[in-house]
Every structure is written in structure tokens, then in C-alpha cells.
């Protein structure tokens, strides 16, 4: 059986939403488990696993990373444009204040196993300096982790071009601050202009979820299922997380 599908976490991190197997937290916690097994490898090199978790905001994946096995072999150090809300500041080895847009020329490069920027880039204006830095702070063979809402074409072109034009015209807030909006095939072409870095694995989250459906994320069958649909359609999920590996040093 895939391992995936088999340890699907049962965490509450959300005081809001009890819910055991929330659908909304899938992505966290998938990832969560394989931030561990990576660092279970490097472990047995002597050394640990380096984190960078770009857009942090309320310490939602640190949540998720103590509750894996290998935790204590991982640094994580995190960056976003606020303060982290005091959830467990001290867990963090370092925290950078700024702008993804701004190249974060504070953090040198090639200084992390593993970079990571779930639900960010839909929020910024233009995305090639981001993708750049982003790609710059992975060190070689290391791995960039990228999440983003993605819509089935050509609806994404509607929700990036229309759907503004309507709040605009409505004077009412439709995007969620949204500035960006990709299909599954544009976003793996724009990461695909990103030199140096080659795609791993893509998997989707959410094709159903919320509304009447919400009491189901009581159980662990209908994640289980969830997950099993995102990794045979990717593309019809409401979330997508391309997983890309950074070519190593010649």
C-alpha cells in the first residue's frame, strides 16, 4: 500500500475546526511526513534536515512537524511578512520579516535542504522574482516545495482576469486577495521557466470538501479517499503541490 494513503495524520490544529482529518490541513500533513523521512536521511549522514517555511503565518506546518517521528533531526527556520503569533517561536532556529517579492537578499544561498511556500505566490503581483529566490535559497540536490489553488482551464483564466473585474465593478471583495490564478498545466509550465530545478512529484488536494461534506472529515476512510483522488487527478483538485529537486553541484 502506498505509505501516504496508510498514515494519514489525525491532528487538530485548528481550534476552529475540530475535525480529526480536516481536508483543508491534507497538504500539511502529507508533507509533514515526507519533511520527516527526509530528515531521517540525512540523519544518518550526522547532521539535520534544514527547513526554510516561506509564508508560515500561524506555525501551521511547525504543527504538524512535531507530531512526526523525526522532528528532532530537523531545523526549521521560517520568513513571512509579520510576526509568527507566538505559537512556539523558540522551535524556530531563525525568522526573517519581509517580502517574497523583495529576493530576501538577507539569506544566503543555498542554504536549505528543503524550501517551503504552500498558498503564497497566488498573493503576489508577479512571481518571476519570487520563483527565483525561492530556487536560490535550496541548496543543490535539495528539494523546493511549492503549493497553489489551481482551477480546471480554462476557468483559471476567468477567476485571474474576470473575477477582479467584477469586485472592481461590484466594489466587493471576491478574490480573497488572490492576485494570481493557475491550472495545473500553466503553473508546472511557470515553474518549468525556473532554471536548475527539475519536478519530482505532483499531487492535488481537495477535489470535494467543505460545506455538507464537512462532518465526513470525521473519518478516516473519506481522507484516505481524498488523498487517492488527488494523486490519480491532480488537476481537478481545488490544490496542487509540486515537489521539485534542485540539480546538484557538477
Not at 12 to 18: G, N, W
Not at 52 to 74: M, S
Not at 152 to 164: N, Q, T
Not at 174 to 194: D, E, I, K, N, W
Request: proline fraction near 7%; glycine fraction near 8%; charged fraction near 20%.
Amino acid at each position: 500500500m502506498n505509505p501516504v494513503l496508510s498514515r494519514p495524520q489525525a491532528l487538530i490544529v485548528d481550534p476552529k475546526r475540530p475535525q480529526p482529518y480536516r481536508l483543508r490541513l491534507a497538504r500539511y500533513a502529507v508533507l509533514a511526513q515526507d519533511i520527516s523521512e527526509w530528515a531521517d536521511e540525512v540523519s544518518r549522514e550526522g547532521r539535520q534536515l534544514a527547513v526554510l517555511d516561506v509564508g508560515c503565518g500561524w506555525g501551521i506546518l511547525l504543527r504538524h512537524l512535531e507530531a512526526t517521528p523525526h522532528f528532532a533531526a530537523i531545523t526549521l527556520s521560517a520568513a513571512d511578512l509579520s510576526d509568527i503569533r507566538g505559537y512556539k517561536q523558540e522551535l524556530y532556529r531563525e525568522y526573517f520579516l519581509g517580502d517574497l517579492t523583495g529576493g530576501y537578499p538577507e539569506i544566503a544561498s543555498a542554504r536549505y535542504d528543503v524550501v517551503v511556500c504552500e498558498q503564497v505566490l497566488e498573493h503576489l503581483p508577479q512571481l518571476d522574482t519570487a520563483l527565483k529566490t525561492l530556487a536560490r535559497l535550496v541548496r543543490p540536490g535539495g528539494r523546493l516545495v511549492v503549493g497553489v489553488p489551481i482551477f480546471f482551464p480554462p476557468l483559471h483564466l476567468a477567476r485571474k482576469h474576470l473575477v477582479p473585474a467584477a469586485a472592481r465593478l461590484l466594489r466587493y471583495p471576491l478574490t480573497a486577495g488572490h492576485q494570481q490564478a493557475f491550472s495545473l498545466y500553466s503553473f508546472r509550465r511557470l515553474l518549468g521557466r525556473v532554471p536548475g530545478l527539475a519536478l519530482e512529484q505532483v499531487r492535488g488536494f481537495r477535489i470535494v470538501s467543505g460545506g455538507v461534506l464537512r462532518p465526513l472529515e470525521y473519518y478516516r476512510w473519506w481522507w484516505r479517499l481524498n488523498r487517492r483522488l488527488g494523486q490519480l487527478a491532480p488537476g481537478l483538485c481545488i490544490e496542487a503541490q509540486f515537489i521539485l529537486r534542485k540539480s546538484a553541484a557538477p
